[in-house]
């Protein structure tokens, strides 16, 4: 079953965070000159027109980057985000939002690798054009978590892994932890960041009481709420958990996030927290 599509949710509040962090641990492993690999097992169509009628239909970026793109006062640590941003939409109108790896291809550099996956008949031919002239880039349609066991380690052995599955199958809530543990019985150095939904508390009180059974330190949690969490409301908040996150990204986020729940929800409902899971 693949009936998920991102266009109807690009650019909201959710992808706000989510490539916020993205954005920060790729500016962090670009620290030391050494190249680096960055695979994003659930990549998507890569570009999303904010114009189309799955984005109007549901006007989720109007709650989410339309927030802020234009904003003057933003923290610093929204820069390398809002530049990609900005660098798919020319002068003062939003019509384009950048999905998580055209976000990796603006802000990587040429001594780095692009290993993008993604299983639906549509968007995989979307994405694959958009890496055509790319030679930093592999794009596959092929399973996410079964690169977790084929890609790792990267020969560089140096990683940056992002986990975004849909979660339209029960089963994904296990499937991220299995997938972890296989890409971390590889790779135990590289950083991981899996996003999660949350529709049902239980169901990620239960996913992170499974990542904690596998042992695996150094497991940072980002969440920002727009409601308090609620079975009727659909998607209520969303997170992102790092494994291994750079040392700086604890601190950026718990200055960033504040800044972007009042922006993000200016009735104040909900909260943005930033907390370990495991410490090192
Ligand atoms: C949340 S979207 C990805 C968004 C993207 N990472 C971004 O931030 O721009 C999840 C994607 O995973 C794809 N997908 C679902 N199951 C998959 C699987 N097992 N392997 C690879 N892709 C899958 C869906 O078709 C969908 O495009």
Known sequence: M????????????????????????????????????????????????????????????????????????????????????KAWNMGDQLRYYPGSPLIARHLLRAQDKISLTELHPSDYPLLRNEFLKDERARVQRADGYLQLKAQLPPQSRRGFVLIDPPYELKTDYQAVVSGIQEG??????????????????????????????????????????????????????????????????????????????????PDGKGHASVEWIVPE
């Open 184 to 265: 971390y019985r590889r790779f135990s150095t590289g950083v991981y960041a899996l996003w999660y939904p949350v529709v049902l508390r239980q169901q990620i009180k239960r996913m992170v009481r499974e990542l904690e059974a596998t042992g695996i330190r150094n497991m940072l949690k980002i969440e920002l709420a727009v409601l308090p969490d609620s079975d009727r409301h659909g998607m209520t908040a969303s997170g992102m958990i790092v494994i291994n996150p750079p040392w700086k990204l604890e601190e950026q986020m718990k200055r960033v996030l504040p800044w972007l729940h009042r922006a993000l929800v």
């Open 2 to 85: 693949l009936s998920y599509r991102h266009s109807f949710h690009a650019g909201n509040h959710a992808d706000v965070v989510k490539h916020t962090v993205q954005s920060l641990i790729i500016t962090s492993l670009k620290e030391k000159e050494k190249p680096f690999l960055y695979l994003d097992t659930h990549a998507g169509a890569g570009r999303y027109q904010l114009h189309s009628q799955h984005a109007e239909r549901t006007g989720e970026y109007l709650e989410g980057i339309a927030r802020i793109w234009q904003r003057d006062d933003l923290p610093e640590e929204l820069r390398p985000y809002m530049q990609a941003v």
